[in-house]
């Protein structure tokens, strides 16, 4: 403990530590007076005095705002301990990047990191401390409105993206004046809840929980995030607020970590609507005996006020280590030296400061988009066509996606007029509405779009119906978007669909429709001007679908790395020649686009791939020489794609896991050779006893542009 915080932990009463303890909204400190107004009337208890000791504020930003509201605390605050400011930064602060989903699709960590490292850029000048994010619950069930915040349903790509979103957010050095501190979330496997049903019940294995879920928090704790947030569900039968296998044995013991932990928006209170605690103050001391640090906005730890005098030793003791925490947290971040660290008025609203940084949006979301399907080389477009851009999505603005915190739909550019920009001609009508449709409407964008060379229907959803408490039971497309498609079917006229998206969705009857389909997911401040280059073919489309793209809604969950079981369907078997299998009967159970999938318009093929030695030690790693080949016209990118199985385990195996991905440009008509190495202690899998370690034994690699079509290689672990 450094002199700093020993000398003002031994100055402060039991009340101002758990003061420390206690997170509140900007509401109670508006016109920078503790406030008398707002949810504080609905709080006798929560008097002045504590608003004066409450350790951090959550949701307010703004220079001015958070200059105003810590210069009236300090002015109050008996001991000038500064607040901590927190907020939802997850994919942009001013200038908002693609969707975590997208960044995820871009199989870049280096663009997670520069998105992540802009964010805290111009957070910081706002006078921010801390953000939530980044968020890598592994998601695999696309009714969970939330899968558009985290990076999907792998694993390792999790990992990766999870380490460069805590390094970008962070930097080397959290306590320079462009990074925030960041928090993990949702500890642990929020995004596993039941039937997709937001806060609904999390049960699993605590052998599958460390064999999927667990890896990526493990990951940003290994990246030295500084916070991590609970999460609202239960796991292991236990809610996740009060749960001391989890937040004791689990994050501090074995991950060791030493942070602050945060709880979710009134997680301890929720305690009792679990029926896990008796009350309010039970819910307090379950979640303190849990190592929870800071109480958001529950007021659970602010009812210890009125009974410090009451408190056991044991409880003090556990008040003591939270409260150390987080002055360590405030002394680290720079609070001490300077409350108002990194605030600049003048930066925010200089466009100068985000003027690169909309450059870097721009390049994220074209790093994004995933062209799935793409008929006959229908794109890239001649900029000499003459496009009919229609549908609900195609006008508007609405393309930030959920938490895009300061971006502003309203002076978003739209696809249409980004398409303006690129295109001789551009005619555009939305034909329908997000979910309604009239006669009149498709006639009139019907007939605009007969003298048109190509029809781009930009369809989809609404930011609002993806994000916290937007799970939903269907993940059509709306029929009257079909409705729509089909009717511009009818003018035999290429057919691109363009589909903005928080999740994948059934794109079954729109793959059908159209000869060209390219996930847009929600690209950002700069990410209409995204779609207008892929689609005129100045730049490549390289994302890969961090998602698996189900066929129907019955498959759900339905994810590439699926265990092995004792009846599996042989490859090319057809449905209804074996009965016995794992399958289904009405429908296969292949997805609509896999894991990994993307095109590019170049034609990389893998011509060449051997194994430096296939016989490897614990330490060694697996080196595999790739050639890659392409005989194209034009430069074009990929992701290059290693899978793993371990042919017998001492627990199941997955049939396959991505341990290792990159995107590479090869340029036109050349070869390009690549070194893969795994180390091959990333093959280590969980164990009965719940250990995790690398069995001895036979293995296979797989290396291709997807998790489906992959060509293998046998290797062996000895001892
Ligand atoms: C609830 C969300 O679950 C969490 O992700 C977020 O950080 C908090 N609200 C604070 O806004």
Request: proline share 4%.
């Amino acid at each position: 403990m450094s002199n700093l915080v020993s000398e003002l932990l031994a100055k402060m009463t039991t009340e101002e530590k758990i003061g420390q303890l206690i997170q509140l909204t900007g509401d109670f400190f508006q016109d920078g007076k503790a406030a008398i107004t707002g949810p504080i009337n609905e709080l006798a208890h929560l008097k002045l005095q504590t608003v004066y000791s409450v350790g951090s504020v959550l949701g307010v930003s703004g220079a001015a705002d958070v200059r105003r509201i810590q210069e009236n605390y300090l002015a109050n605050n008996r001991l000038k301990i500064p607040l901590l400011f927190m907020a939802d930064v997850v994919h942009g602060y001013q200038t908002i990047f693609p969707i975590p989903l997208g960044l995820g699709a871009s199989f870049d960590p280096t663009v997670m990191e520069t998105a992540s490292g802009i964010a805290a850029k111009e957070s910081v000048a706002a006078g921010l401390h801390v953000t939530f994010a980044p968020m890598v619950d592994l998601v695999r069930d696309p009714r969970w409105g939330r899968v558009m915040e985290s990076t999907g349903e792998d694993s390792y790509l999790n990992s990766v993206m999870a380490q460069a979103a805590v390094k970008g957010f962070q930097g080397d050095s959290p306590w320079d004046e462009k990074h925030l501190a960041a928090s993990v979330k949702h500890f642990a496997a929020y995004g596993a809840p039941e039937a997709g049903r937001e806060y609904n019940t999390v049960d699993m294995s605590e052998w599958r929980f460390r064999e999927q879920y667990l890896p990526a928090y493990s990951a940003a704790i290994n990246a030295q995030a500084m916070l991590v947030m609970t999460s609202f569900n239960t796991l292991f039968g236990v809610p996740a607020t009060q749960n001391q296998h989890l937040l004791r044995d689990i994050l501090r013991d074995e991950l060791g970590f030493h942070g602050v932990v945060i709880t979710d928006w009134n997680a301890i209170e929720e305690l009792v609507h679990h029926g896990t605690v008796r009350d309010l103050k039970d819910a307090a001391q379950k979640a303190l005996a849990a190592g929870v640090d800071i109480d958001m906005m529950a007021f659970a730890y602010a009812e210890f006020l009125n009974k410090a005098v009451e408190l056991e030793p044991g409880v003090l003791k556990l008040i003591d280590e939270s409260a150390q925490r987080i002055l360590e947290l405030k002394e680290t971040m720079g609070l001490f030296a300077d409350p108002y660290r990194g605030l600049d008025e003048s930066k925010e609203k200089d466009p100068e400061f985000i003027r690169d940084n909309l450059v870097q949006a721009q390049k994220a979301a074209e790093e994004s988009l995933v062209l799935v399907k793409n008929h006959r080389r229908t794109l890239p477009l001649s900029q000499r066509q003459n496009l009919a851009v229609i549908g609900p999505v195609a006008q508007t603005g609405d393309l930030l996606g959920s938490w895009s915190w300061k971006g502003d739909v309203e002076t978003t550019q739209s696809i249409a007029d980004a398409l303006v920009d690129t295109f001789s001609e551009i005619v555009t009508a939305p034909g329908c509405g997000y979910h309604s449709f009239n006669k009149q409407q498709v006639e009139q964008a019907k007939l605009l779009a007969s003298d048109a060379d190509v029809i781009v229907a930009a369809i989809g959803l609404p930011s609002s119906e993806s994000g916290e408490a937007t799970s939903i039971t269907d993940i059509s497309i709306p029929a009257e978007q079909i409705a729509l498609l089909k009717e511009l079917k009818t003018l035999n006229k290429p057919l691109i669909s363009v589909v903005i998206t928080g999740r994948p969705l059934l794109l079954k009857e729109v793959h059908t429709l159209s000869d060209a389909v390219l996930i847009g997911w929600f690209p950002g401040s700069k990410g209409a001007q995204a779609i207008a280059n892929i689609l005129s073919g100045k730049v490549e489309p390289s994302g890969r679908l961090p998602m698996t793209f189900p066929l129907n809604l019955g498959q759900v969950p339905l994810y590439y790395n699926a265990y092995s079981t004792g009846r599996p369907i042989e490859v090319g078997q057809k449905n209804g020649e074996y009965k016995y299998v794992t399958k289904y009967v009405d429908s296969s159970n292949e997805p609509l686009y896999p894991f990994g999938f993307g095109l590019g318009y170049g034609k990389i093929l893998l011509t060449d791939m051997t194994m430096v030695s296939n016989s490897l030690k614990m330490n060694d790693q697996l080196i595999l020489d790739v050639t890659l080949t392409n005989d194209s016209p034009r430069d074009s990118k990929t992701v290059l794609q290693c899978y793993t199985h371990q042919k017998v385990g001492e627990t199941v195996r997955p049939l396959k896991e991505l341990k290792w991905f990159k995107k590479v440009t090869v340029e036109k008509q050349s070869s390009l050779k690549i070194q893969v190495n795994i180390p091959v202690a990333r093959l280590a899998s969980v164990h009965q006893d719940l250990s995790t370690k690398v069995d001895v034994g036979d293995y296979q690699v797989m290396v291709g542009f997807d998790s489906m079509n992959l060509k293998v290689l046998d290797f062996k672990v000895k001892e």
